[in-house]
């Protein structure tokens, strides 16, 4: 996978784990809400796979839960894949843990961007400070050059 393309899960992944949560609380599996994405050109690389997903249950005749499954096999994005697995795995086993496991996913994603964003801005604090330093300094330093003067006298020729 290209770093364009990871960038890109990576960018969307939290943000379609918060459509999830919203779209399977009003009755929606995996595969209807990415479905609904498709054309909406929000998440655009989740809407390339729901597109694949799309492809598969409706020309090749196999279940959503199956396409899912073979999405998973096949993905490149490994937090993606992982996620994947692990819905199938629990949606499979009827367990009540769905919702949770798809708010705790969500969460640790969204922890994950404002981690990234936090180094991101102590980057560019650090940045300015510097800046704010040297547009500081730079007068001082040039009015300090400006009276100081060699007494012609006091230089010594070798």
Same mark, same amino acid.
């Given at each position: 996978?290209?770093?364009?393309?990871?960038?890109?899960?990576?960018?969307?992944?939290?943000?379609?784990?918060?459509?999830?949560?919203?779209?399977?609380?009003?009755?929606?599996?995996?595969?209807?809400?990415?479905?609904?994405?498709?054309?909406?050109? #929000?998440?655009?690389?989740?809407?390339?796979?729901?597109?694949?997903? *799309? $492809?598969?249950?409706?020309?090749?005749?196999?279940?959503?839960? #199956?396409?899912?499954?073979?999405?998973?096999?096949?993905?490149?994005?490994?937090?993606?894949?992982?996620?994947?697995?692990?819905?199938?795995?629990?949606? *499979?086993?009827?367990?009540?843990?769905?919702?949770?496991?798809?708010? *705790?996913?969500?969460?640790?994603?969204?922890? *994950?961007?404002?981690?990234?964003?936090?180094?991101? #801005?102590? $980057?560019?604090?650090?940045?300015?400070?510097?800046?704010?330093?040297?547009?500081?300094?730079?007068?001082?330093?040039?009015?300090?050059?400006?009276?100081?003067?060699?007494?012609?006298?006091?230089?010594?020729? #070798?």
């Amino acid at each position: 996978m290209s770093s364009d393309m990871a960038s890109s899960y990576d960018d969307e992944f939290a943000y379609f784990l918060a459509y999830l949560q919203i779209s399977t609380a009003a009755g929606l599996g995996l595969y209807l809400s990415m479905a609904k994405l498709l054309g909406k050109n #929000i998440l655009h690389s989740i809407e390339r796979d729901a597109n694949t997903l *799309k $492809k598969w249950v409706s020309l090749d005749g196999h279940s959503e839960s #199956i396409a899912i499954n073979s999405l998973a096999l096949n993905h490149s994005h490994k937090t993606f894949q992982s996620f994947l697995f692990s819905y199938y795995a629990i949606s *499979k086993s009827n367990t009540p843990g769905l919702d949770g496991f798809v708010s *705790k996913t969500a969460d640790v994603e969204f922890e *994950k961007i404002i981690t990234q964003d936090e180094k991101s #801005i102590g $980057k560019v604090t650090s940045v300015f400070m510097y800046g704010a330093m040297a547009m500081i300094m730079a007068p001082i330093m040039m009015l300090t050059m400006m009276f100081m003067q060699t007494d012609p006298h006091s230089i010594q020729y #070798i």
